[in-house]
């Protein structure tokens, strides 16, 4: 079975400093894509970030990037520069390559304090 | 049975059928959502039910339709779908206030096929 672990509740941040949201997870598969989400006081997820688990380089959205740690199932979130906009529910997903699973963190609620 | 549970898991029908999925939560909230994966596009968010009001995405069409008939179930009514409505359905929930987010915790979804 696969689980998607967001061990943070609830995290702030300076406003223009970097803040790391940890997820690990756990599965069987070989290949597969990770999400971060972000879902704001509207409530409609917004896709932050992909990564695809065959490709070693770890992906950026200009001041979003993650940290792949395959071998160790881990997939955190760095936001640099973080900004007042950058509040939100941050949400850690999983989908098998199969399309047919896709698992969710419990979120990461960040707070960018002025 | 703790979490979030749906069923069915896996449903396939024609597009003049009617059917209906189902979300449970044994956690207590007051809160829960029904949102729409695609193959190809990110999440999206279709209804949300807070302490027992509506609140819904304008763009989703009206052959879905939430029921919400108490804090611990929550359904979604389909008619006459089309094959675009192809997709997995996954609910959450969550125990909302008026001061922060709150984890969701989202059920295993529903994979849904029309043909």
């Known amino acids: 079975a696969q689980t998607v672990t967001q061990s943070q509740p609830e995290m702030s941040v300076q406003e223009a400093e970097t803040v790391t949201l940890s997820c690990t997870y756990d599965?069987?598969?070989?290949?597969?894509?990770l999400f971060w989400y972000k879902q704001p006081p509207s409530r409609q997820m917004i896709l932050v970030i992909r990564?695809?688990?065959?490709?070693?380089q770890n992906a950026t959205e200009n001041r979003f990037s993650v940290n792949f740690q395959k071998a160790a199932k881990s997939f955190s979130l760095k936001i640099s520069d973080s900004q007042l906009g950058d509040t939100a529910m941050y949400f850690c997903?999983?989908?098998?390559?199969?399309?047919?699973?896709?698992?969710f963190g419990t979120g990461t609620s960040l707070t960018v304090i002025p | 049975e703790t979490g979030v549970t749906q069923t069915p898991r896996h449903l396939v029908m024609g597009m003049t059928n009617k059917k209906s999925l189902k979300c449970e939560q044994h956690?207590?909230?007051?809160?829960m959502y029904w949102y729409k994966q695609s193959a190809k596009k990110p999440l999206e968010l279709m209804f949300v039910?807070?302490?027992?009001?509506?609140?819904e995405n304008n763009s989703v069409p009206s052959r879905f339709s939430p029921e919400c008939p108490n804090s611990s179930h929550l359904f979604l009514h389909l008619h006459t779908l089309q094959p675009e409505d192809s997709a997995l359905y996954l609910c959450?929930?969550?125990?909302?206030?008026?001061?922060?987010?709150?984890?969701?915790?989202f059920g295993d979804g529903t994979r849904l096929s029309i043909l």
């Open positions: 959450a929930s969550s125990q909302e206030n008026t001061d922060s987010n709150q984890p969701q915790h």
């Open positions: 599965t069987s598969e070989n290949n597969y894509y």
């Open positions: 990564q695809e688990a065959y490709k070693q």
């Open positions: 997903a999983f989908m098998a390559n199969t399309g047919n699973q896709f698992y």
């Open positions: 956690l207590g909230h007051n809160a």
């Open positions: 039910y807070n302490l027992k009001e509506q609140t």
